[in-house]
């Protein structure tokens, strides 16, 4: 199947600095990815939606500007979580879309906030 | 009410046990269904899709009632490498590609 993958795959920061992430569809052009956060004993809840060559869909109660999220390229969406806080560490996953239906995840990144 | 709703588990079964996980989902314009396995600390994976005349793969059966809004996992000859959580997933809800995850049934096969 098709891969996606993360950079990096976990990361320690003080409080206030900011983080970001890298996902990569590896042999696929992904139009849509979409970012995903998970808290412990949780499922999957879907923070945006990124657009090659357009704004980001964030989903409700997600801060824009905390969460910047860019779509450079066709393979390429980052999210960088500013100012990052203790609350903000989480497992964050991403995904790009190939066909309607079809997601492939990343291997995700964990953040740990201090 | 959440979207896609599941009974968080844990289902701990032996060896070899025949398990059904069950799921519900609120919106009747859903289109597709899935089911995702994902273990600990790693991503989601498919593991199947879901069809309304059923479908079957290897150990594994998944139906779909659209009349109920409910969906449905059976897990035959349980291995312990079947110890994960499983996700019930919805799509179709809105344009594009977006998936809604249910909160997962955590299954543990015992020795």
């Known amino acids: 199947g098709a891969v996606v993958s993360q950079h990096p795959s976990w990361v320690i920061c003080k409080s206030g600095t900011s983080v970001k992430i890298e996902c990569r569809s590896l042999?696929?052009?992904?139009?849509?990815m979409f970012w995903y956060r998970q808290f412990p004993k949780q499922s999957l809840m879907l923070m945006a939606t990124?657009?090659?060559?357009?704004?980001?869909?964030?989903e409700q109660g997600v801060e824009k500007d905390k969460f910047l999220i860019n779509h450079a390229s066709l393979t390429l969406s980052t999210l960088t979580v500013t100012s990052a806080h203790p609350e903000d560490s989480s497992f964050y996953i991403c995904?790009?879309?190939?066909?309607?239906?079809?997601?492939?995840f990343g291997p995700g990144t964990r953040l740990t906030v201090l | 009410r959440k979207e896609v709703e599941q009974d968080p588990g844990p289902f701990n079964v032996p060896e070899g046990a025949t398990v059904a996980f069950n799921c519900t989902y609120s919106?009747?314009?859903?289109?597709?269904f899935f089911w995702y396995r994902q273990d600990c600390r790693k991503e989601p994976k498919l593991l199947m899709s879901?069809?309304?005349s059923g479908n079957e793969d290897g150990r594994f059966t998944a139906q779909l009632n659209r009349a109920s809004q409910y969906i449905s996992l059976l897990i035959r000859d349980s291995k312990l490498s079947d110890s994960a959580t499983y996700l019930c997933?919805?799509?179709?809800?809105?344009?594009?590609?977006?998936?809604?995850f249910g909160g997962g049934t955590r299954l543990m096969v015992k020795p």
């Open positions: 995904s790009a879309a190939l066909g309607r239906d079809t997601q492939y």
């Open positions: 042999d696929f052009q992904a139009t849509t």
């Open positions: 990124s657009n090659e060559g357009s704004k980001a869909t964030y």
């Open positions: 919106n009747s314009a859903s289109q597709s």
């Open positions: 879901v069809y309304s």
């Open positions: 997933v919805v799509s179709g809800n809105n344009a594009g590609n977006m998936l809604t």
